[in-house]
């Protein structure tokens, strides 16, 4: 029996048509399951389409995983693609597979969702931007990420008088501010901070377009190419849904996370020492092991810092008129501050006391149950060290699954017991991941 049968026959409701919504309604259709799934741009996609109000993405966007490792099931990219498409090539394939699925007919775009609220029988009853209101036999949110940028906390002390953006708002070097001869400082060191330093600091090795570009961090990260020898990074990685080795899949779970723990570090930890302690370009180094967080991977970054087009400082202590002045006591005159600083994890439509947390908060029951709102489930916020949507794709095989009765859930407490704050915890290992996700089912 499942959670779905009070509700009367009404579809499932599905918001956000990025690749975990996508990958979630493909797997309900399997099953089928009805649903509708509701997004407020124009094109599915989510971030790939960088020209969308509120995207988040950027004009010189490549991904950062090769199409072998980020396919999602039955559909390969087409012959040709480059191992690391850009977002048009991005947004192609995920229209692509919304037409070869047949999707499109249950997807409605340019509706925004305002607010989603149980009701007394255990759907969710849905209030829409331009004021009506449906009721579902459950809610599945798949709105992504990277919606809510974050700045650092606490705030670095004085007031800068230059020009400021999140880089959620920027899209090239002219827009939405002009970049030319400026004297930029980039703060942080995730893979899009990097890739835009690199951008205003002439790419691999193209003109200059900003006149300086200082990137400021103040945690280390490992940094590691896209390519190495000529291929991509994870060329050697099995698809993120592999089954596990057979010398893995028999030994118990915490000796499977201690043999991968230990994998992750030979393999990174080995790449990032022949990249060299980011010491050497004034970064701080990582003072973690390299499974806790994703490596900072980006094209032509380390050229540029080993070229001084990208110079490093550490994080920013404060600012007086244009002046940044950096934890290490040098300064530097700037023009503009791009704060590469990371999103919070946010659901605008559930309040406070859906949620029952803050959503930074939120822990979820196998990363995917809230563990007491009824027919309340998440696809796609889970923290990884491979390609996001494969792990979305299994995350919706499993909640079809779930739906159509093919398994039950444990009772409540034992839910409660076994949540995971997904925003706090640390990445998965995704073959890891999907292994336990399958025996739920299987």
């Known amino acids: 029996m499942t959670a779905l049968t009070t509700t009367h026959g009404r579809p499932i409701a599905v918001i956000g048509a990025g690749p975990s919504g996508l990958a979630t309604c493909k797997n309900l259709r399997n099953a089928g399951l009805a649903f509708e799934c509701f997004d407020a741009a124009s094109t599915v996609g989510g971030i790939w389409n960088v020209e ?16 072998g490792k980020m396919m999602l099931s039955e559909f390969p990219f087409p012959e040709g693609t480059p191992d690391f498409p850009d977002h048009s090539e991005m947004l192609r394939y995920f229209e692509a597979y919304t037409e070869h699925f047949g999707l499109a007919d249950a997807i409605r775009l340019e509706t925004a969702v305002d607010a989603a609220n149980p009701t007394d029988d255990g759907g969710w009853r849905l209030r829409f931007a331009d004021g009506s209101e449906r009721e579902f036999a459950a809610c599945v949110v ?76 103040r945690s280390g990260r490992y940094i590691v190419p896209k390519r190495i020898n000529g291929k991509p990074l994870d060329d050697n990685s099995p698809h993120p849904t592999a089954p596990l080795p057979k010398t893995v899949r028999w030994v118990p779970e915490a000796v499977q996370v201690k043999l991968m723990q230990s994998f992750i570090n030979k393999v990174f930890g080995g790449m990032a020492a022949d990249v060299g302690d980011p010491a050497k370009w004034n970064l701080p180094s990582p003072r973690f092991p390299a499974y806790e967080e994703r490596p900072t991977i980006s094209d032509g ?48 439509f559930l309040s406070r006391d859906v949620l029952g947390c803050d959503a930074p908060d939120l822990a979820l029951y196998r990363r995917i149950v809230h563990p007491t709102q009824r027919n309340l489930y998440f696809i796609g916020f889970t923290r990884v060290l491979c390609s996001l949507w494969p792990v979305s794709e299994v995350q919706a095989v499993w909640l079809s699954h779930l739906l159509r009765g093919d398994f039950e859930l444990p009772p409540p407490a034992r839910q409660a017991k076994d949540t995971i704050a997904v925003a706090q915890a640390l990445p998965v290992f995704c073959n890891l991941h999907a292994a336990q996700l399958r025996a739920d089912f299987e």
């Not at 969308?52 to 199409?67: C, D, I, P």
């Not at 959620?168 to 400082?185: E, N």
């Open 52 to 67: 969308a109000e509120r995207s988040g993405g950027y004009r010189s966007l490549h991904t950062n995983t090769s199409t």
């Open 301 to 348: 970054f380390i050229s540029a810092l080993d070229a001084g087009r990208v110079q490093g400082r550490p994080g920013i202590a404060g600012f007086a008129g244009n002046t940044v002045r950096f934890s290490d006591d040098t300064a530097f005159e700037a023009d503009l501050v791009i704060w590469g600083t990371g999103y919070h994890l946010a659901f605008p």
């Open 142 to 217: 798949a709105t992504g990420q990277y919606g809510t940028p974050r700045m650092p906390e606490p705030a670095p002390e004085g007031s800068f008088s230059g020009e400021q953006i999140h880089a959620f708002d920027y899209l090239d070097a002219q827009t939405p501010i002009d970049c030319t001869g400026k004297r930029v400082v980039v703060v942080g060191l995730g893979s899009s901070a990097a890739e835009i330093a690199t951008e205003l600091g002439g790419g691999r090795e193209g003109p200059t377009l900003a006149s300086e570009v200082i990137l400021s961090a």
